[in-house]
């Protein structure tokens, strides 16, 4: 036993006294302070973020205005639920969002406080939309901890003892072209998926009964693993042939992550209905639901919502988030960083046989880890040994994935040239030596 502790070790047993073991340790690093791509821990010691509160704070944290914008609002009313009091945040955040995120000729909006309270609403207005009560998912894919985004979410590690779940939903193979391409080219790939997806129309649910397919275009927690374009152009038809809703959940993957307001902008195809939240309000808890505008009023009044949606204090931070990044191009900030740590991952990725694929869109990256160059055979050993070895020398990373043997990358998008490479360094310095490769 230590005889003296640091501040942030006295702090994590605190923790440990009085919070439940449930909620999650991904990284023993605390915070005093944070600025930019930089957190200060209790101990006053230097971290560089990759990890960005798990992809919220892609302008970085604490940009002055939105603090200034969060104080302002605060200084004038903190809560009135918009559903008793109408106020002009929540109706001026709701413009913002349906003119930069236009879904067909005319999109509504909704707001609420979390990613997965913003899939548990999608999923009742589409049924209610359709008037039928199924929806489809997919493999490795986290719509959040809810009862019915937790029912979507794949990973089974999050759900033990938690059922029983949700009925009428049904799941398919997410189409992974790395993990699952039996030697196929792109096309040939996505020409099974698309078979596979109209067959499990008459061997897994009647299409008639289906509500909605959700997605996330490109799965955050299950890896980073991007739809292939063909594939959802396919299933954007799929769903239009059988009157599916199509929701796509674009919680982590927003905000100028790939390079765009949400990826499915990088594909020129619109969904019916998706979901937002994160990165919005640079960590404010507020989360958006935006539709076709008959889509989204097909809900009865009072069927969606809740007493904190859309909480003004938070409406402001959003505001002053997306006008922060208008001003400083954050979508062209995705895409140069994205292309830059790309190209550093995948020289890294030539002189490492363990790492078996490096992926991604724009900023949002993974470098996945596997034994003897097989998708099939996860090392998440080797990944949480790098994640432990670039922690010991101040770099905050997640893992990924439902075998955990993913590293993503979610720095911050306004990250100074200077700290990424230095992140980058620590990330690669760890990698070689934990691959038993000399530098």
């Known amino acids: 036993m230590k005889l003296f502790k640091s ?107 979390t990613g997965a309270e913003a899939v548990e609403n999608a999923v009742k207005i589409a049924r209610q939309a ?15 901890r809810t009862m019915m985004a937790m029912s979507l979410t794949s990973k089974i590690d999050y759900k033990l003892n938690c059922g029983p ?10 189409p992974n072209y790395y993990r699952y391409n039996r030697k196929g080219d792109m096309d040939q790939f ?9 067959e499990s129309m008459r061997n897994l649910v009647d299409p008639k009964n289906v509500a909605a397919v959700i997605m996330e275009p490109v799965q955050g927690e299950g890896g980073i693993n991007p739809a292939p374009e063909k594939y959802l152009k396919g299933l954007r ?19 100028g992550r790939t390079g765009n307001w949400a ?8 969904p019916d209905i998706s979901t937002y939240a994160k990165s919005m309000a640079s960590g404010m808890p507020v989360a958006a639901i935006l539709g076709k505008a008959e ?55 030539e002189k490492c046989p363990q790492i078996g694929d490096v992926r991604g869109v724009g900023a949002f990256l993974a470098v996945e880890f596997v034994k003897n160059g097989d998708p099939m055979q996860p090392d998440s050993e080797l990944t949480d040994q790098i994640l432990k070895a670039c922690a010991d020398r101040g770099l905050v990373l997640l893992s ?17 040239k200077e700290l990424l490479d230095q992140g980058l360094g620590i990330l690669e310095e760890e990698t070689l030596k934990a691959c038993g490769v000399k530098s």
């Open 7 to 113: 501040k942030s070790e006295k702090l994590l047993d605190r923790r440990k006294a009085v919070v439940a073991n449930g909620v999650g340790v991904f990284n023993t690093a605390t915070v005093k302070s944070a600025r930019g791509a930089t957190i200060i821990d209790s101990d006053g010691k230097k971290w560089i973020d990759f990890a960005g509160g798990i992809g919220v704070v892609n302008a970085g944290h604490c940009p002055d205005s939105v603090v200034k914008a969060i104080q302002e609002q605060a200084a004038k009313y903190l809560h009135t639920s918009f559903n008793v009091v109408t106020y002009e945040p929540y109706i001026e955040l709701c413009e913002k969002l349906t003119e930069i995120l236009p879904h067909g000729k005319k999109t509504k909006a909704m707001l609420v406080s």
């Open 190 to 198: 996505v020409e099974w998926e698309l078979k596979r997806l109209n």
């Open 130 to 144: 359709t008037k039928r009560q199924a929806v489809v998912c997919f493999t490795d894919a986290f719509h959040g």
């Open 295 to 349: 889509v989204m009023d097909a809900a009865a009044p009072g069927t969606i919502g809740g007493t904190y949606i859309g909480n003004p204090v938070c409406c402001a931070a959003a505001l002053a988030t997306i006008a922060f990044m208008e001003k400083v191009d954050l979508n062209k900030k995705g895409v140069e960083v994205g292309k830059y740590t790309r190209n550093r991952l995948e020289k890294l990725k």
């Open 237 to 255: 038809q799929f769903c239009d042939d059988h009157g599916i809703l199509l929701i796509f959940d674009e919680v982590q993957s927003g905000f």
């Open 400 to 416: 990924a994935g439902t075998h955990k043997n993913v590293l993503r990358i979610l720095s911050p998008l306004v990250i100074e």
């Open 263 to 270: 990826s499915w902008q990088n594909y020129g195809i619109t």
């Open 165 to 174: 779940f949700a009925p009428e939903v049904y799941r398919l193979p997410f």
